[in-house]
């Protein structure tokens, strides 16, 4: 994956708006497998107020700027999520596999 910490996240990969949840507010983006990744990237914002970003985009850089909102980034653009907590995680899942935040966006198999 990339580089993730408690302050933030950066990855150079391609990114899409995967999964918006009205009723519990959680936003997932997400980094399929492909000819240049083995593995697939998931990243979930939760408690989400507002956000403003492409829907699909090259490199994601997250960066807490104040607690609650989040400066996002990536190549040729720039972008802010309001929310209360971010999560990353990187598996081996194909495209249409449940996340490994199934159970907090309330996904079944």
């Given amino acids: 994956m990339g580089n993730e910490s408690a302050l933030g996240f950066e990855s150079k990969r391609h990114f899409q708006l995967w999964l918006y949840s009205v009723s519990h507010a959680q936003l997932l983006l997400r980094s399929t497998k492909g000819r240049n990744a083995d593995s697939r990237v998931d990243v979930l914002f939760k408690g989400v107020a507002a956000l403003n970003l492409p829907t699909s985009f090259d490199g994601l850089r997250v960066r807490e700027a104040t607690p ?3 400066d996002v980034s990536g190549a040729n653009w720039q972008g802010s999520i309001e929310a209360l907590a971010f999560f990353a995680a990187e598996d081996d899942g194909e495209y249409y596999d449940l996340s ?7 996904e079944q198999a």
């Fill in 68 to 70: 609650g909102h989040f």
């Fill in 100 to 106: 490994p935040f199934a159970a907090s966006l309330g």
